[in-house]
């Protein structure tokens, strides 16, 4: 049985918000919905969400210090964050490793949102499941003689 992930979207423009959080809904995806970083800062911290939808440009907190904040806590580490932006890499806050990927908002479209997040999703998934084999494979075997 598949498991449902719950995304955090934290997004401060209530409409584009909503169309997120409606089609993930309709992909079967559980949701939380922050409407800034501070916000959205409190709930990834008291759920531990499956991935995080970023924005970086927010009110009260925005989403770089939110990411910094974040990966500063050891289930934050590893937490799959896409952050959603209206700036190019190269601008006024840059991308680093800390971000699983970004999405210029000017470039996709809804359903570019939930086939990245699938992706991540199963590549994590795969790692999970080999992360596994090789614990069960490092295991001492039991001489039965």
Known sequence: MKTQKTILV???????????????????????????????L????????GLIL?????????????????REDAWGKKVPIIMLTNLSETKEHPI????????????WKLHDIVKEIEEILEIQNLEAAADKLVAIADRPTRNTK
């Open 96 to 107: 680093d490793d800390a971000v699983t990927h970004y999405l210029i908002k000017s470039d």
């Open 10 to 40: 934290i997004e401060d423009e209530k409409s584009l918000r909503s169309a997120i959080v409606d089609i993930l809904r309709l992909k079967n995806f559980l949701t939380l919905e922050a409407r800034n970083g501070k916000e959205g």
């Open 54 to 70: 970023l924005d970086i440009i927010m009110p009260e907190m925005d989403g770089i210090t939110a990411l910094n904040k974040i």
């Open 42 to 49: 409190e709930l990834a911290f008291s759920k531990h969400p």
